[in-house]
């Protein structure tokens, strides 16, 4: 009887794996379509970010500029004044300072650049004249003499000049864009 049993249950247990459904998709098919979503998902939000990187680096800059300035608006605000207040004296206080630097600043850099633009034909003519310059333009068949000659002239054209200060022009104008957002 014990036998019995025992083939009994043999039998079932053949009949019920043979009566479970059979899978007709590949395995493998669903796993690469969940790893293919997420790669979907992951590209579309570093796009999002991306298509919005500059409100996210002004956010952070904000956060910076907060967590910097906190210091400064408390103390403003151990010495009597509100919170708006001491909000904006600080802000006061920092627009005067870039103010002030560039006011210090853009006056000696537009100098330098004039003394620059003057002086450099005169130093490369006295570099050329230097007892090095011979056997260097030398030994690199002339390349070092071609390329002092194309320096000094470069200098010497004011649309080199202009091109530079447009460029510093937009360099000034990105900085100004970016301290007002």
């Known amino acids: 009887m014990v036998v019995r049993s025992q083939a009994a249950r043999v039998v079932r247990s053949r009949r019920a794996s043979h009566q479970q459904p059979v899978e007709r998709r590949p395995p493998g098919l669903r796993a690469g379509f969940t ?3 997420g790669v979907l998902a992951a590209l579309a939000a570093g796009f999002a970010v991306y298509s919005i990187r500059g409100i996210v680096v002004s956010i952070f800059f904000a956060m910076f500029v907060t967590v910097g300035l906190d210091p400064v ?10 919170r708006s207040w001491a909000l904006v ?4 206080f920092v627009v005067a300072v870039l103010v002030t630097i560039l ?3 853009i006056p000696v850099v537009v100098s330098q650049i004039e003394v620059l633009a003057v002086s450099v034909p005169q130093e490369i003519d ?3 004249e230097a007892g090095w310059f011979d056997p260097a333009n030398d030994s690199s068949n002339g390349v070092v003499g071609v390329f002092l000659d194309w320096l000094a002239q470069t200098l010497a054209d004011p649309q ?4 530079l ?5 937009g360099f000034g104008l990105t900085l100004a864009s970016a301290i007002s957002s």
């Open 35 to 37: 790893i293919t979503l």
């Open 73 to 82: 608006v408390r103390m403003l605000q151990r010495h009597g004044f509100s």
């Open 89 to 92: 004296t600080t802000m006061l």
């Open 103 to 105: 006011w210090v600043v």
């Open 126 to 128: 006295q570099l050329k």
């Open 160 to 163: 080199a000049w202009a091109t």
């Open 165 to 169: 200060a447009n460029g510093v022009v």
